[in-house]
């Protein structure tokens, strides 16, 4: 069966037009999705922190020898 039978088949079930099904399936990964992009946008502020410390470090040592 063709993605578009599916989505008809489950757009006949949930009452909805082919387009109304697509858009709610759009609608709620969005929904699902919306917070990854914080989480990882913070994951990396917070690596890119840990690696400043770790440079510092390296050229304070640096220096000393």
Known sequence: MELKEEIAKIADK????LNAEM???IE??????EHSNVINIST?????????SEIINIKKLMQSD
């Open 23 to 25: 858009v709610a399936a």
């Open 14 to 17: 949930n009452g909805r037009s």
């Open 28 to 33: 709620a990964w969005v929904t699902k999705n």
């Open 44 to 52: 990396l502020a917070e690596k890119i922190t840990s690696l400043e």
